[in-house]
């Protein structure tokens, strides 16, 4: 039995080879395999590129000391004796909500200690929460601060047109809003310090070329789960390099969507809130821009807010923060070129480097080289992989991205193989936002867990439940949690690793396995936190 075996593996090992050996004789796989090579290897250099050259902005901006308050006027602003709290202007607060249980109390609350002038401050909670019991705790809670004097209105709408854009936009359409020099963004699990307006108003109001002021996001729940910390990684260099690099160079950068203060000039100049795209932030921000707009970014100043923490939620929150800019992109190119407003230089920045490289380039390129076209090759015999290509430059634009979070450098490896994973949902998202077909449009609020994880009494009808139901709930839990497109990939990278560890020259297989295991691990659903269902 034992020589039967060898003899069917050896010929099973056969004829693997036999058909490998037919694939690199093909006329058309391998000169395919060449051309997707290629077409990587051109897009890594472009995004290398980008990056070092972001870096090398980063640290003259940090030698020259090059800081918001040196390069524009600010001064702090102070009651005047003659016009009193006029001397302030007048802001709006927007704080739009959809069934935002966990979190309503900590925006609201948070708005409404703002330091500024209670008669110069009005505080707008858009509420299109579907769920009556969610309606009715956010007008309560508005109704409290109202009676401790705190000017608050309270806005619901009977549908949910336009989703965040169509609430802000019918936010400005109310009659005490013309009054309102100034908007203050707030999503809900966002809560800035009391200081807030103090450190942003003054950069509008002594400089009339600015239209908006966008601060840093910090993450309270960075350290709740492995997933929660790369996505801190991932973000922080997208704060303290591309958002700082933006506002150091074109005085251009993408919104936020939270956390930043508009010029209410700004916003009507650009044509105001459109809700085309899943980005309406982005689009706001490209159309003022156009028009002559200067924006700034405040990188010491912080505001609290929460990371998507469970894996679904993330998924759905990248496939609109990719899909939204490459549909954005589409629709606006011809706009930008042209534009006669602002310069040559800014409009090769926005459609090189802001759209192409940062927004789809990255998300493609990682994905479909290091997960695609690399395992493949590593299948045909004697293929050329380039080293500059496939370790070199991804390994200067990790450690670029890895000095962001100093704290989490150990944690490089399991960010790599997470980013790459999350690559193929957000190269999905590019490419139906670049079709405009699909789930262009979806737009599905991140759900935020706020204090939901913290330990509650357990109830006794949950105690006596029967094990049978309890083994059958825990059976559909885990098909919930099954994602297939990572199971697939998982598999596939699994054999081109096992194969580069029987037969290949060049290593490979130590980061295919990895990269296997990473899909797998995501593919089964054991990332992030998992939160009960309370139907349960």
């Keep these: 039995m034992e020589w039967v ?27 395919l395999l060449d051309i997707s090579m290629a077409v990587c290897l051109i897009m890594s250099v472009m995004l290398f590129v980008e990056r070092v050259y972001m870096a090398i902005v980063i640290a003259i901006v940090k030698i020259s000391g090059r800081k918001p308050g040196t390069r524009y006027k600010f001064e702090p602003l102070q009651e005047d004796l003659e016009q009193g709290n006029l001397a302030f202007p007048m802001i709006l607060v927007q704080i739009p909500m959809f069934n935002e249980r966990e979190v309503y109390q900590l925006s609201i609350g948070a708005a409404c200690c703002l330091s500024w002038p209670s008669d110069r401050l009005i505080v707008q909670v ?112 997208h704060f303290t390099v591309e958002q700082e690099v933006g506002s150091s160079t074109y005085a251009f950068f993408g919104f936020n969507g939270t956390a930043g203060v508009w010029r209410m000039a700004a916003i009507e100049e650009a044509g105001g809130w459109k809700d085309r795209t899943t980005v309406e932030d982005m689009d706001l921000a490209i159309r003022a821009s156009l028009k002559g707009w200067k924006f700034v970014y405040i990188g010491t100043l912080q505001v609290k807010n929460e990371l998507p923490s469970t894996f ?9 923060w990719s899909c939204g800019p490459a549909n954005l992109f589409r629709k606006m190119l011809l706009e930008i070129i042209r534009n006669e407003k602002v310069t040559l230089w800014t409009k090769v920045h926005v459609i090189y480097s802001f759209f192409l490289v940062r927004k789809i380039i990255a998300h493609i390129v990682t994905f479909v080289f290091y997960c695609v076209v690399l395992p493949a090759a590593v299948l045909v015999p004697d293929y050329y992989i380039p080293k500059w290509g496939a370790v070199y430059i991804p390994t200067i634009i990790t450690i670029l991205n890895a000095i962001s979070t100093p704290r989490s450098i150990h944690l490089v490896v399991f960010w790599i193989v997470f980013e790459n994973v999350m690559a193929l949902h957000r190269t999905k998202g590019t490419f139906i936002g670049l079709m405009e077909v699909g789930r262009v449009n979806e737009w599905i609020v991140t759900e935020k867990l706020g204090d939901a994880l913290k330990i509650k009494p357990v109830d006794d009808a949950v105690k006596a439940k029967p094990a049978a139901t309890t083994q059958q709930q825990r059976r559909f839990k885990f098909i919930d949690r099954l994602n297939l497109l990572e199971l697939g990939f998982g598999c596939y990278l699994l054999f081109c690793g096992c194969y580069d560890l029987i037969y290949g020259k060049y290593h490979f297989f130590i980061y295919l396995l990895l990269q296997a295991i990473a899909f797998f691990v995501m593919g089964f659903g054991y990332v992030g936190t998992f939160v009960p269902s309370s139907s349960n």
Excluded at 225 to 233: D, G, S
């Design 5 to 31: 075996s060898k003899v069917a593996i050896s010929g099973a090992e056969e004829q693997l080879m036999l058909v490998l050996g037919q694939v690199k004789a093909s006329k058309v796989l391998v000169p």
């Design 312 to 320: 679904k939620a993330y998924r759905y929150q990248q496939h609109r």
């Design 126 to 237: 858009l509420d299109d929460s579907t769920d009556p019991a969610i309606k009715t705790m956010v007008e309560t809670e508005c109704q409290r601060w109202a009676s401790k004097g705190v000017n608050i209105k309270y806005e619901i709408r009977d549908n949910r047109n336009g989703y965040k854009a169509g609430a802000l936009k019918e936010g400005l359409k109310r009659s005490y809003v013309k009054e309102c020099d100034h908007v203050a963004i707030f999503d809900a699990d966002f809560q800035p310090e009391p200081d807030f307006l103090h450190r942003t108003i003054p950069f509008l109001v002594h400089n009339p070329q600015i239209g908006l002021v966008q601060a840093r996001w910090k993450f309270v729940n960075a350290n709740e789960c492995l997933m929660t910390r790369i996505q801190e990684m991932s973000l922080n260099y």
